[in-house]
């Protein structure tokens, strides 16, 4: 590695970065509060607090929530699309879903409001033949008209533009010439697959936060350079790679969920090396919960996101399931008389009542504080906290009392509330999949992950508990971790053995260079290239694909198909030989590899000694307060042994040992928790 290593995460509530020195000789961490008006704001305070010389910075990988809060709060920009006559209202009709499954209610707004949406006489069927030509005066007046309207983002979306984009292209050709800016998305660049809802979203969402990327990446791009940094600024992708901020504007819709996919990656990283294949990922922050299974060593990927209700992203992404339950999830009496935390959150500013700016709502943070398990004093980015007994009181007025309870008990109610949220969304990505949690460990990270782990293990009898070196910090890890990435993906719909393996070599060798072409312009120093190959493939008359991988040069149809079978009876328990094969994709990865670090640089230095409280306090658990040691998580050395109840303090999170739990540090400074029985 040529200079230091950093990645930035920016979550609702903090900031984490983290920088590695090259070789893995030394690292830095630092944690201060996330700036919701302008994320910048935050990533330049935590380069300041890291005291990192930006000179001498090899790589900057930087992990963002722009553009995917800015779908779920409805705060992108004015968008316009321009589409096949008879198909402008495809966005809204999607897939005859529901908001709500139960009754006629609920409501659905697109991301383009209808005015906006116009159509233009065109249709390219479905082998790519062309039915209706292009009416190009149509085209430019649309764009006209949409530019006059103050739409600030274009999309060009024709029907069946994956088989044939000649439409799109020219369509694209001449509404540039008549468009303000360079906000124009064109369908098919974004996604070349079957499936019009689908690929009609990822376009739309696309459009719609792009001006919002392109302007945050260009002040962020600029205040780095401004400050020393002449290397290029890379964006995590929601696929657990990375791109260039140029590539990551171009395509805004590949960074959604950027943050959570980096700290997938890092857990999967950690996990590989403390022994760990099998994981449940549990990522809770100030705002969100964000969980990831973790199979063999590797996180599973998902082929589509819906990131709210009837928005899908249907790019390559780590497989998150996202609830709104973390740190600042405020607790609250519904009009039926019980409590609920969350999803609605303190952020971080005011935040929770605990952090002295203004709060007034009780949170999982202060029910956390209130129980003990939070330092008062010691809490990253505040200054001025509040008193313990004033929040205790608060959470007595405002959930105690409706309930009946005291303040501590008030506290304790909404911790199991929260608790219980927590566990439903990792059987979520567990059982509701037909695997069992008793087969994994918890990987516990983000700011508040430790501070409920053990207890969320035990709730779900989950026997083991990994909490890596820095819980905070690991998605800032992960962006370190991650290599370039570009994806590829071309419908075919043809039945496989009609299929030319030397024209489907052909399709596959021109995405591969693509790919190569992209990671060169990237202009980013890379270990080697590394280029996998897939095929989706179905039987005709089903619906869900099977995804194989697949060899370039020499794709044999016959030797893929019988794959695709010993594949298929190997997953479902079924032989469909009698049935045709059908390839309905092919897809192509293109990797540039970096320089890996490993989690041993996270070593605690200090010698083996016994675990000697810094101090104790008293802290509840279940119905008592116990007199619980408090230690640094500094302080503890490679093989030492701490038994609960205990809390172990650091920079950037807590970790609770609860009675009857006990941990071991291994080799590379993760706590190794064995939950056991509750005490």
């Given amino acids: 590695m040529a200079g230091w290593q950093v990645g930035v995460d920016v979550g609702g509530t903090f900031t984490d970065i983290m920088a590695v020195e090259p070789g893995g000789a030394a690292f830095r961490v630092a944690k201060v509060p996330s700036s919701p008006g302008d994320q910048s704001v935050g990533v330049i305070s935590g380069l300041k607090a890291l005291g990192l010389d930006l000179a001498e910075v090899g790589a900057f990988v930087h992990g963002t929530t722009v553009g995917t809060n800015a779908v779920l709060e409805r705060k992108g920009v004015r968008c316009g699309l321009i589409t096949t006559r008879g198909f402008r209202d495809m966005l809204e009709l999607g897939r005859r879903t529901r908001p709500q499954l139960y009754g006629l209610t609920g409501s659905f707004e697109a991301i383009i409001p209808r005015e906006l949406r116009l159509e233009v006489p065109e249709r390219i069927g479905a082998a790519g033949q062309v039915i209706v030509a292009l009416d190009e005066d149509a085209v430019r007046d649309a764009a006209e008209r949409l530019a006059a309207s103050g739409v600030e983002a274009l999309v060009i979306h024709f029907l069946h533009s994956y088989a044939n984009p000649d439409h799109e292209l020219r369509a694209a050709e001449i509404a540039r010439q008549v468009w303000p800016n360079r906000f124009v998305t064109v369908g098919h660049e974004i996604l070349r697959e079957v499936r019009e809802f689908e690929r009609g979203s990822t376009a739309a969402v696309n459009a719609y936060i792009q001006p919002l990327m392109w302007r945050y990446l260009s002040r962020l791009g600029d205040e780095l350079k401004r400050n020393g940094m002449t290397k290029t600024l890379l964006v995590m992708q929601g696929n657990a790679g990375t791109m260039t901020a140029t590539s990551a504007a171009d395509h805004a819709a590949q960074t959604v969920m950027s943050g959570p996919a980096a700290g997938a990656l890092a857990a999967a990283r950690i996990g590989n090396e403390a022994g760990f294949r099998n994981l449940i990922a549990c990522d809770m922050g100030g705002t969100s919960f964000d969980v990831s299974l973790i199979k063999g060593g590797e996180p599973a990927l998902s082929a589509e996101k819906d990131i709210a209700y009837g928005v899908p992203v249907r790019v390559p992404m780590i497989d998150i399931h996202t609830i709104g339950a973390g740190g600042g999830s405020i607790a609250r009496i519904d009009k039926a008389g019980l409590l609920q935390v969350g999803p609605e959150s303190a952020g971080s500013w005011p935040g929770p009542i605990c952090y002295g700016r203004g709060g007034t709502e009780p949170t999982v943070t202060d029910a956390n504080l209130v129980l003990g398990r939070l330092d008062p004093q010691a809490m990253p980015g505040v200054e001025a906290p509040v008193a313990t007994e004033e929040v205790r009181e608060i959470i007595r007025r405002r959930i105690g009392e409706p309930l009946g309870l005291d303040g501590d008990a008030a506290a304790a109610a909404i911790l199991a509330v929260a608790t219980h949220h927590l566990a439903g969304a990792i059987r979520l990505v567990s059982i509701e999949r037909g695997e069992d949690p008793r087969d994994y460990a918890i990987f516990a990270f983000g700011g508040a992950g430790a501070l409920h782990a053990t207890a969320l293990a035990r709730e779900l009898g989950i026997p083991k508990v990994l909490v890596p070196r820095f819980p905070g910090a690991t998605s800032a890890l992960g962006c370190i971790l991650a290599d370039l990435r570009h994806d590829f993906v071309r419908t075919i719909g043809r039945p496989l053995l009609d299929c030319d393996g030397r024209a489907i070599?052909?399709?596959?060798?021109?995405?591969?260079?693509?790919?190569?072409?992209?990671?060169?312009?990237?202009?980013?120093?890379?270990?080697?290239?590394?280029?996998?190959?897939?095929?989706?493939?179905?039987?005709?008359?089903?619906?869900?694909?099977?995804?194989?991988?697949?060899?370039?040069?020499?794709?044999?149809?016959?030797?893929?198909?019988?794959?695709?079978h010993d594949l298929y009876r190997a997953r479902f328990d079924i032989d469909l030989g009698e049935m045709r094969a059908v390839l309905t994709n092919l897809r192509t990865t293109v990797l540039g590899t970096r320089q890996t670090v490993s989690a041993a640089i996270f070593a605690p230095a200090v010698e083996a000694r016994e675990a000697?409280?810094?101090?104790?306090?008293?802290?509840?658990?279940?119905?008592?307060?116990?007199?619980?040691?408090?230690?640094?998580?500094?302080?503890?050395?490679?093989?030492?042994?701490?038994?609960?109840?205990?809390?172990?303090?650091?920079?950037?999170?807590?970790?609770?040992?609860?009675?009857?739990?006990?941990?071991?540090?291994?080799?590379?400074?993760?706590?190794?928790?064995?939950?056991?029985?509750a005490s």
Avoid at 612 to 639: C, K, M, N, S, Y
Wanted: overall charge negative; cysteine-free; aromatic content about 4%.
């Fill in 505 to 564: 070599d052909a399709i596959l060798a021109e995405q591969r260079a693509q790919g190569e072409a992209l990671v060169a312009e990237d202009g980013v120093p890379v270990s080697g290239v590394v280029v996998r190959h897939e095929a989706d493939l179905l039987f005709r008359g089903q619906s869900h694909v099977f995804r194989i991988p697949v060899e370039s040069p020499g794709f044999d149809p016959e030797r893929v198909l019988a794959r695709f």
């Fill in 612 to 677: 000697a409280p810094d101090r104790r306090r008293p802290v509840q658990f279940g119905d008592r307060r116990w007199d619980t040691p408090i230690l640094r998580r500094e302080h503890l050395a490679v093989g030492q042994e701490v038994r609960g109840p205990a809390i172990i303090e650091q920079m950037d999170a807590t970790t609770v040992l609860d009675p009857g739990a006990a941990l071991v540090v291994d080799s590379n400074g993760n706590l190794v928790i064995t939950v056991g029985a």
